[in-house]
């Protein structure tokens, strides 16, 4: 946490004021990261394949959305409140005495719903209501219809969203982990009835696999099935992609199997058809719903926890983020060896080369050394040094975060070195 303060990653969100609870900014460094998280969820969910699309679904929704879907009556937390210091509590997240005061005497546990309700228009009366959504997951449920007519895609097929999602949590908490406002990751894959299982094993298996190639140690990630008592109320079936954190194991990540459940409750509620009708079988039938759903500002957290490590480097002791270099705010950091005028047109040069590919820093504050510590700090792959001998031979010095290793590279080779370097080939 100090690290994201200090180095620009993460703020409290109107601290200035004396923040405000649950809520956060993310600065220069935190928004590139979490821009690249993102974007390495979409190449691998949308990008790569030919059998999903995106979506971008508004974030006001009418009430008849999440009556429909179970929210308003179903999407709830148990609230108890310690009868000592009058602090509130999930029930499921309490175990033993009250954490601030020590007490053990609480009140029954009573739902507490979790939507954000707010009114579109100038009049507030119930005809106005409106809220935020809960999650991604019901614009695409809504909008299966036009997808699948204008993208005459058949299933297995799915809808990818990313975006933001309100929740009224009660105890909000451990940083960006919980927070009221947040990104999710969200995708739909449709596929026949019979098919669902199968394919529920094959999006584990390929979300789980994700977080190792972006450089997730194995030894802090698992799968977790769900026991019968923890199933949502439209999941047959779901398993839960966990990272070690500092508290313990805890969700990154959810792949549930929600069956036909939310199209034949928007079907039946909107009085439209929502089902798939095979021309080739003459089978008309709706669809089950295999969903990966993952928090976007929670992985960079895992990420950046897992990237997190101390070492020495020359005697002297360092701190080292060993972010994959798709996830890294900065790919490559412009060095010039001295701030000398003579030296900053082939640095700008240099700057120029690389910014088309990566996104780069340019830095000419302090010594070489505490430049290095520096983007070692904030965990830039390669830091690339302009000298005055790359006055003569038009190279430069790349210097690797991880070894620390130093080598001469010719700059009409330099971009070409440095995606073989991050597989971003």
Partial sequence: MSLCK??????????????????????????NMLRNVKDAWWRSMVQLRDDVVGLDAAILSPPGVWAASGHLANFTDPLVDCRSCRSRFRADKLDGPCP??????????????????????????EGAVAYLRPETAQGMFVNFANVLQTTRKRPPFGIAQVGKSFRNEITPQNFVF?????????????????????????????????????????????????????????????SDVEFLFPWGWDELEGIANRTDYDLLQHAAASGERLEYFDQATGERYVPHAIEPAAGATRTMMAFLLAAYAEDEVGGEARTVLRLHPRLAPYQAAVLPLSKKETLEPMAREVLGLLQPHFMCDYDTTQSIGRRYRRHDEIGTPWCVTVDFDSLEDR???????????????????LVGELRARGGLA
């Fill in 178 to 238: 919980r927070t009221r406002e947040f990104e999710q990751m969200e995708m739909e894959y449709f596929v026949p009835p019979a098919e669902s299982a199968t394919w529920h094993r094959y999006w584990i298996d390929e979300r789980y696999r994700w977080y190792l190639e972006l450089g997730m140690p194995g030894d802090r990630l698992r799968i977790r099935p769900h026991g019968p008592e923890e199933l949502s109320h439209y999941s047959s079936a779901t």
């Fill in 100 to 125: 601030n005061c020590g007490g053990t005497d609480f009140t029954e546990a009573r739902d507490f719903n979790l939507m954000f309700k707010t009114h579109a228009g100038p009049v507030e009366d």
């Fill in 6 to 31: 200090r180095r620009g990653f993460i703020f409290q969100s109107a601290e200035i004021y004396g923040g405000f609870r649950s809520t956060y900014d993310y600065g220069p460094l935190g928004v």
């Fill in 395 to 413: 190279a430069v010095t790349v210097r690797d975060r991880d070894s620390t290793e130093q080598v001469r590279v010719p700059l009409d080779a």
